[in-house]
């Protein structure tokens, strides 16, 4: 699984867009490009999938350039509630069987009023 | 509705002493997945089950075991609890297609003293 790198931690105020950058330079092929939130005191939740261009869906939007090898988060006008742990994750789960999604450190995201 | 159940939110046992966390998915889900987190050092996956029966070491399996008799149930076992074995153990369920959506339990906050 291609090892990723995102910032430890980020601060935003309510009502700004976040953006989180993670960065995989060895990202595969087949590999998909996946991010999950995590709040305190809960299991992570998937937010957002995908593989190239920009994909959107009620809670975010991924931005990923041609070349893959890095992807960027984006959560638009956000408020106290976002505040949590974002990770970023790559890797192919086209096999049927033996393979798990590794989780990093993660963005830890902090909103204030 | 989707739905991971562990059966403890907070555990305290002594040194030594065998622990069982009991995972259980009402989703029909073939993989299932045991992960620690510790402040500083995000999740990390400790085993997982691609079927019933079988099983995979994750990245730190040492001092755990697990078991998968029935589809629906993951159990991680602490042969001999340990200090250092103190920590959120979270279990997630995934299907067996090509997806990276992954459903997680509450956790379980271990404590061994």
């Known amino acids: 699984l291609a090892k990723t790198t995102q910032p430890i931690s980020m601060d935003s105020y309510e009502g700004q867009e976040v953006n989180i950058t993670c960065s995989h330079n060895n990202i595969a092929t087949n590999d998909y490009i996946t991010w999950y939130q995590q709040f305190p005191s809960q299991g992570p939740r998937f937010i957002i999938q995908g593989y190239k261009t920009k994909v959107t869906n009620e809670v975010a939007s991924l931005f990923i350039p041609a070349d893959r090898k890095s992807s960027t988060l984006s959560l638009p006008r956000v408020s106290l509630s976002d505040t949590a742990v974002y990770y970023c994750l790559v890797g192919d789960m086209s096999q049927q069987a033996g393979t798990a999604l590794i989780f990093g450190k993660g963005t830890t995201l902090s909103v204030s009023s | 509705d989707v739905k991971v159940t562990q059966s403890s939110r907070y555990l305290v046992k002594r040194t030594g002493e065998k622990v069982f966390l009991e995972c259980v998915q009402d989703?029909?889900?073939?993989?299932m997945f045991w992960y620690r987190q510790d402040p500083g050092l995000g999740l990390r996956l400790i085993y997982f089950?691609?079927?019933?029966?079988?099983?995979e070491k994750g990245d730190i399996p040492e001092g755990y075991s697990v078991s998968r008799e029935k589809k629906e149930r993951f159990s991680l076992i602490l042969e001999s609890a340990s200090t250092n074995q103190t920590s959120m153990y979270l279990c997630?369920?995934?299907?067996?297609?090509?997806?990276?959506?992954?459903?997680f339990g509450p956790g379980t906050r271990l404590t061994v003293t």
């Open positions: 989703m029909d889900h073939e993989n």
């Open positions: 997630a369920s995934r299907t067996g297609g090509r997806t990276y959506e992954q459903y």
């Open positions: 089950s691609y079927d019933v029966k079988m099983k």
